[in-house]
């Protein structure tokens, strides 16, 4: 004869409830989760320790020692004796003017390839996602020669140009995932009511779509602020130069100053911390309806 296992009771308020079962998996992927954080933030930690700290504080302490008293002058020693100022404002206007820029030319060309059917559509974006694989480095000889007789050295509309073409065909490729995935009947009452392709891309795609453009905005923005390789090319005065640029000039001239270099490289990831934190809210959510339903 058998007998039933009762479940674990507990008493709450005078009333007996069942124990519920300890969930082991997501134990462990809490686990797993803040070992991940720490091995993340361990580097940054370090770099911003040894940006308050004194030479002697660097030299003499633990890298993960707080200082006693924090060394803000490095901040302003880095300000006072880099570019940064100048080439954080070049790169915060090339990023505002291409990110927004590609992303609607993306998104134009993601809903046609959408919603407009013609010959070849298939192919051409297969060709946008073959573009993705294609490596920057390739092209730097022949870009350099094409910005060179457009008479575009120097300027900031000369890596604009490369990097919304760079850009264009993971975006197009993400965003035709998202695209179609949007029901078709939104399309037919669209028409039913008189409505083109312009307004049902601009009142009713877009919108729709602004987890994806938002997650797609984070990616390109980072990519944007921190692109070396075409920036190093094409902008070669001081001037003209972006974020990246101007680290590796002061890390060549202030190898040993350890305390304004990190600074220096603290201010510099301000902007991208902020506008992460601006859309962090869609950008999980973006990267994972792009993900599936594409």
């Not at 770099?47 to 924090?70: C, N, Q, R, W, Y």
């Given at each position: 004869m058998s007998t039933?296992?009762?479940?674990?009771?507990?008493?709450?308020?005078?009333?007996?409830?069942?124990?519920?079962a300890r969930d082991y998996v997501r134990i462990g992927l809490w686990i797993a989760l803040v070992i991940v954080m720490v091995i993340w933030a361990m580097p940054l930690l370090?770099?911003?320790?040894?940006?308050?700290?004194?030479?002697?504080?660097?030299?003499?302490?633990?890298?993960?020692?707080?200082?006693?008293?924090?060394?803000?002058?490095?901040?302003?020693e880095a300000l006072d004796t880099g570019n940064l100022v100048t080439a954080g404002t070049n790169s915060l206007?090339?990023?505002i003017v291409k990110v927004p820029l590609g992303l609607f030319?993306?998104?134009?060309?993601?809903?046609?390839?959408?919603?407009i059917r013609f010959k070849f559509d298939t192919i051409i974006l297969g060709a946008f996602a073959l573009g993705s694989m294609v490596p920057i480095q390739v092209a730097l000889g022949p870009l350099f020669k094409t910005i060179l007789d457009l008479g575009l050295l120097n300027n900031p509309v000369g890596v604009i140009l490369p990097y919304i073409g760079f850009g264009l065909p993971m975006q197009v490729f993400i965003l035709h995932g998202f695209f179609t995935a949007v029901p078709k009947e939104i399309d037919e009452s669209v028409r039913v009511d008189g409505g083109g392709n312009l307004r049902l891309f601009l009142q009713f795609i877009l919108p729709l779509s602004k987890p994806a453009l938002a997650a797609l905005f984070i990616?390109?923005?980072?990519?944007?602020?921190?692109e070396y390789a075409i920036a190093l090319v094409i902008l070669q005065n001081k001037?003209?130069?972006?974020?990246p640029l101007a680290i590796q000039g002061f890390q060549s001239q202030f190898t040993s100053s350890y305390g304004p270099l990190n600074a220096f490289t603290i201010m510099s990831i301000l902007p991208v911390l902020i506008i992460y934190l601006l859309?962090?809210?869609?950008?999980?959510?973006g990267m994972f309806t792009g993900a599936v339903k594409g």
């Open positions: 039933a296992t009762l479940p674990a009771t507990r008493v709450r308020n005078g009333i007996k409830v069942p124990k519920q370090f770099v911003f320790l040894t940006s308050v700290k004194s030479e002697s504080d660097i030299f003499t302490t633990s890298s993960f020692a707080i200082p006693g008293i924090l060394d803000w002058e490095n901040y302003t206007f090339i990023a030319i993306a998104a134009a060309a993601a809903f046609a390839l959408s919603r990616l390109d923005f980072v990519a944007t602020w921190n001037a003209s130069q972006t974020v859309f962090q809210r869609y950008f999980v959510q």
